[in-house]
Each structure stands twice: as structure tokens, then as C-alpha cells.
């Protein structure tokens, strides 16, 4: 499917109303199969929220702290995410995300901007999949309390999830080392919105996406991405990204509560190398 960032370049975009959007719906596409409900604790600085996921008949729990930063609040993208994973285990072949899952064996996922960890502890329950959850080393310590306080799901579900510092950009490469590369797809919701950090991001991604290993020998890599968009400067991430990846769009929420737009949801690849220089040695 085209993208629609292009379309989109010149439009006027209420930064208040986008990045404050009320998520009671999610317009068209899939209704939100994780219902979301919150539960504010006594504490002002602390709330909790619960995801039901049909699929598995069982519910996530996240702890959101909203005084400490955009890290610790969960966002749209995050949701719209979550409800696909939650389709494709009901109806596989019909989803989105069908040619990025489907390798039948356990997947061994890497989700980049983790911030509460909803969606890799998700991928976990409702997969099964080995995932490695990674943000900013401040963020790491709330990772965790969600990752603990939903461990027993993701181990009955046959799932499991580590998490880790990964800062992005080629001056963090030693973080990559660390994290590894060997996983089946990448995955992140809303971790496009500021622009100093795009190039950071996009020589992270090609890290993990642009193999040197000639195909076919190496499965593509897929990144799956949910992102809602509040700033017109958004699409200079995507015209750059377009410029080093493979870029699709593979599904799209209608626009609701007096949004213009929808969380869109991007599946992107390393290019294809190009095969003059072994066909000239041949």
C-alpha cells in the first residue's frame, strides 16, 4: 500500500488536539480488542491501566508515572499496536502483520522506545515470542516493575521478556552489541515526534535492518512501526527514511475525536542490494 506522508506534507495540524488525543475509539480499521480501562491510585503521580487481549482471554497491567515524562505514559500507537497482535492471533492470515510474524517458530522480537513496555510484554503473551524490551537507562526501572508484574502471563503464554538499555545512533553502537541482532522483527509505537532525535533512530534501525549478508542467505528484517502523527515535521523522518529502507504502509485507523489523521502503522526493510558487482565477476 502507498504512504501517506507525502499527501499529508502541507497539512494544518493542531499540535494541542494530537497530542492530546482522547483514545475512547479507534475509528475505523480494528475496534480496540485491548480494552483499555484506568484505575488512578491513591497516589497522584502513579496510575494503572489494564489491557484485556480477547485472544488469550487475559490482561496486561501497566504502571504509568505521567509527572516523571513522556517515557512513562502510554500513548495511541501503542494501543492501535497492541490490538493488531491481538487480531493476528485469532485470525493470522487475515492481519497486517501476517508476512512480519508468520516464520513459524518462536520469534525473537526487539521493540525500540519501549516507555511502559505494553506492547513487547504483548508480543510475549499473545505470541509466545522471545522479546527484548529497550529504552533510555532512566526509563528502565518502571520497565522492569511492568515487566515483573506481568511475568507470570508471559510465562504461562510460553513468552518471556528482557529488558535493556539501547540509545539510539551510531555513537551508541556499543548498545547494539550488547542488545544483539539476531531477532525476526523490530517493533515501536510513537517514537517519532522529536526531530533532533530522527537521524538517531534511522542509523539505529540501520544497524539492524541494512545486513551486510547477501540474500538470500539472511531473512529480511522487519520494522513495524505505529505512529500517530502530531507534527507536520514528521514526514522529513519518513521522506529520509524512504531514502534507506524499503517503506509500506500496512494499515491505517480512521482519523476520531477531532483528529485529522489516525495511528498509521509502517512495516519498513533494508533495500535490496544490488546485484551488479556479483554478476560482473560471474
Given at each position: 500500500?502507498?504512504?501517506?506522508?507525502?499527501?499529508?506534507?502541507?497539512?494544518?495540524?493542531?499540535?494541542?488536539?494530537?497530542?492530546?488525543?482522547?483514545?475512547?475509539?479507534?475509528?475505523?480499521?480494528?475496534?480496540?480488542?485491548?480494552?483499555?480501562?484506568?484505575?488512578?491510585?491513591?497516589?497522584?503521580?502513579?496510575?494503572?491501566?489494564?489491557?484485556?487481549?480477547?485472544?488469550?482471554?487475559?490482561?496486561?497491567?501497566?504502571?504509568?508515572?505521567?509527572?516523571?515524562?513522556?517515557?512513562?505514559?502510554?500513548?495511541?500507537?501503542?494501543?492501535?499496536?497492541?490490538?493488531?497482535?491481538?487480531?493476528?492471533?485469532?485470525?493470522?492470515?487475515?492481519?497486517?502483520?501476517?508476512?512480519?510474524?508468520?516464520?513459524?517458530?518462536q520469534l525473537n522480537i526487539l521493540e525500540l522506545g519501549s516507555g511502559t513496555g505494553l506492547v513487547g510484554m504483548a508480543a510475549a503473551a499473545i505470541l509466545g515470542a522471545k522479546v527484548t524490551v529497550t529504552d533510555l537507562p532512566h526509563v528502565l526501572t518502571n520497565l522492569q516493575f511492568n515487566v515483573d508484574a506481568n511475568a507470570g502471563l508471559i510465562s504461562l503464554r510460553g513468552g518471556s521478556v528482557h529488558v535493556a538499555s539501547l540509545r539510539w545512533g551510531e555513537a551508541e553502537a556499543n548498545d547494539v552489541a550488547v542488545v544483539g541482532r539476531e531477532f525476526d522483527v523490530i517493533l515501536a509505537s510513537d517514537v517519532v515526534y522529536h526531530d533532533h532525535l530522527f537521524d538517531p533512530l534511522l542509523a539505529t534501525l540501520r544497524l539492524f535492518l541494512n545486513s551486510d549478508e547477501p540474500e538470500p542467505k539472511k531473512k529480511k528484517m522487519n520494522f513495524v512501526m505505529a505512529h500517530f502523527r502530531r507534527w507536520k515535521k514528521d514526514s522529513v523522518f519518513f521522506k529520509k527514511a524512504k531514502k534507506l529502507f524499503d517503506v509500506e504502509t500496512i494499515h491505517a485507523d480512521l482519523p476520531c475525536n477531532g483528529a485529522r489523521l489516525g495511528v498509521v502503522v509502517y512495516r519498513m526493510t533494508g533495500k535490496a542490494k544490488s546485484s551488479k558487482s556479483s554478476s560482473q565477476c560471474s
Open positions: 500500500m502507498a504512504t501517506q506522508e507525502n499527501d499529508e506534507d502541507d497539512m494544518e495540524i493542531n499540535p494541542a488536539k494530537m497530542l492530546f488525543p482522547a483514545d475512547e475509539t479507534h475509528g475505523n480499521g480494528p475496534l480496540p480488542m485491548a480494552m483499555l480501562t484506568q484505575d488512578t491510585l491513591t497516589s497522584s503521580s502513579s496510575e494503572t491501566e489494564q489491557h484485556y487481549m480477547p485472544s488469550i482471554e487475559s490482561t496486561l497491567v501497566i504502571r504509568q508515572l505521567p509527572s516523571q515524562g513522556l517515557s512513562f505514559k502510554l500513548w495511541p500507537a501503542a494501543t492501535t499496536l497492541v490490538t493488531l497482535l491481538d487480531q493476528f492471533c485469532s485470525h493470522p492470515s487475515n492481519s497486517p502483520l501476517a508476512s512480519s510474524l508468520s516464520n513459524g517458530c
